[in-house]
């Protein structure tokens, strides 16, 4: 089954700074959505984009759709110690009934002190 | 609203045997969904239901995965028989029909196959 390009793979940064992370496909999508997942716990939703071209936020969370409907990415603005995780995108098609979910391989997100 | 419900939450088995999960979804969700998260990978899904009735599992190993939800609510996931590489986290999922932004996961079991 297809996974979505996610990138980077993880990043280290200090407290305080911003975070940027971007997802490419090779296939179209209706949606795309923002998840986060800590240790032990199922992913959360963070934010879903629903038209191509979108910029939607969330707090301190921004993504945005891409115009070719095969990219997103999210920024988090001044990382506080509660954003570290593993961020995953992942992408929707509705149509014919079968609308599970395709997603990235995940950002994992470490603040150092 | 309660969450997605999943149990157990842990399981070590032996190569071989079988095993089963369970979950149940938040109520009213027509939708129920169970993924496959390998370590270091994001959730492949691996069967979708619609109230009873089977809408997508060509991702689903049939030949050791057997999944079904009888009267539309709760949901067992079964292996048999397990191979080292099923070593994974579980994660059932709901949604009410069609919407996406209603998309719910539980929290998973954890399946070492040893």
């Known amino acids: 089954g297809q996974q979505l390009n996610q990138s980077p793979q993880s990043m280290f940064i200090q407290e305080g700074e911003d975070v940027s992370m971007n997802c490419t496909s090779s296939?179209?999508?209706?949606?795309w959505l923002w998840y986060k997942q800590d240790p032990g716990e199922g992913p959360v939703l963070l934010i879903a984009?629903?038209?191509?071209?979108e910029l939607t936020s969330n707090g301190r969370l921004t993504a945005q759709f891409g115009i070719t409907r095969k990219d997103s990415f999210l920024n988090i603005s001044a990382s506080i110690p509660s954003d570290v995780g593993i961020y995953f995108c992942?992408?929707?098609?509705?149509?014919?009934?079968?609308?599970?979910?395709?997603f990235g391989k995940g950002t994992h997100l470490i603040i150092q002190p | 609203e309660a969450g997605v419900a999943q149990s157990p939450r842990y399981k070590i088995i032996e190569k071989r045997q079988s095993v089963a999960f369970w979950c149940n979804p938040i109520?009213?969700?027509?939708?129920l969904y169970w993924y496959q998260q390998i370590l270091g990978q994001g959730p492949k899904l691996l069967i979708q239901?619609?109230?009873?009735?089977?809408?997508?599992d060509s991702q689903l190993p049939k030949d050791r995965f057997s999944a079904e939800r009888l009267k539309g609510v709760d949901s067992t996931l079964k292996i048999q028989p397990a191979k080292l590489e099923d070593s994974a986290v579980y994660l059932c999922?709901?949604?009410?029909?069609?919407?996406?932004?209603?998309?719910?996961f539980g929290s998973g079991t954890r399946l070492t196959v040893v």
């Open positions: 999922a709901s949604s009410p029909r069609g919407a996406v932004y209603g998309y719910t």
């Open positions: 296939s179209i999508f209706n949606t």
């Open positions: 984009l629903y038209k191509a071209g």
């Open positions: 992942a992408g929707h098609m509705t149509g014919g009934g079968a609308d599970g979910l395709t």
């Open positions: 109520s009213g969700h027509a939708t």
């Open positions: 239901f619609q109230n009873n009735g089977v809408v997508d």
